[in-house]
């Protein structure tokens, strides 16, 4: 995947951060939208940072947990096609402060544990989520040419019937 960071965002103990300094024009309009909505909270925990992610066919994100870079809550834009990201069961091998270098994600996924649970992600759809999701439960893109819609995916009904399993 080739990824851009935007943002204020310090190092963590990772050894991964955002540079600081503030987010473009074009960020920060989106920045205070989500404002706006009441997704990020603009005095206590303000949208600080933005990584656009691009993924050609078959590329993915490893299922990883989010470490305090983004603490306490992370927006997901989905722009370009529906993808279906996943969200794994607590495993106690959370640890978002040490990087799996070969997989570019915080560390710590047990390698063939099925997802507790996936939400389908349309074209200029946005996920949130924060608290216990934020903190023990990996995430990621499945690497795959091809989805497979599966019972797996919570929010079929919502997409209007546009997707079969």
Same mark, same amino acid.
């Given at each position: 995947r080739s990824t851009q960071e935007w943002g204020a965002g310090d190092r963590c103990g990772c050894g991964r951060g955002l540079?600081?300094?503030p987010l473009? %024009?074009?960020?920060?309009r989106m920045a205070e939208a989500l404002h706006h909505l009441g997704v990020f909270d603009g005095a206590l925990y303000p949208m600080n940072s933005v990584r656009i992610n691009a993924y050609? %066919?078959?590329q993915g994100i490893?299922?990883?947990c989010d470490g305090p870079v983004y603490y306490p809550k992370v927006a997901i834009l989905s722009l370009g096609s529906p993808s279906i990201l996943s969200f794994y069961p607590?495993?106690?091998?959370?640890?978002?402060?040490?990087w799996d270098a070969g997989h570019d994600v915080p560390g710590g996924h047990v390698a063939g544990s099925p997802p507790l649970v996936s939400v389908l992600l349309e074209p200029r759809s946005l996920v949130v989520f924060s608290r216990d999701a934020f903190w023990h439960h990996r995430h990621g893109i499945a690497a795959v040419a091809e989805e497979a819609v599966t019972p797996a995916v919570c929010n079929l009904e919502a997409c209007g019937g546009r997707y079969a399993v």
């Open positions: 540079r600081r300094e473009p %024009p074009r960020l920060q050609r %066919p078959g490893h299922p990883h607590k495993s106690g091998t959370e640890d978002c402060m040490k």
